[in-house]
């Protein structure tokens, strides 16, 4: 997937569990607070103990830069 990350916002790919997780713990992820966020850090760390899948995950991920206002507009929201 791609999001619109960093100071300045550029295009970025997320493409694994371990990048997902990076960009939530980062600095640069525009809101902190986000119901979606707490909901997708869950859901990233459930991955690793096999208790959700990592397209799941991928779907919470969304949901949290959704929330943020960071989804690339050119991604496809199913």
């Known amino acids: 997937m791609r999001i619109d990350f960093g100071k300045p916002r ?13 960009c939530l713990r980062s600095e640069n992820w525009p809101d902190k607070g986000g119901l979606c966020l707490r909901m997708a850090a869950t859901a990233l760390n459930c991955v ?31």
């Open 10 to 22: 550029r295009p970025q790919t997320i493409s694994t569990v371990l990048e997902a997780v990076h």
């Open 48 to 78: 690793s103990t096999g208790h959700i899948t990592p397209a799941e995950a991928r779907e919470a991920f969304t949901d949290a830069a959704l929330e943020a206002g960071i989804l690339d507009a050119r991604e496809t929201v199913h």
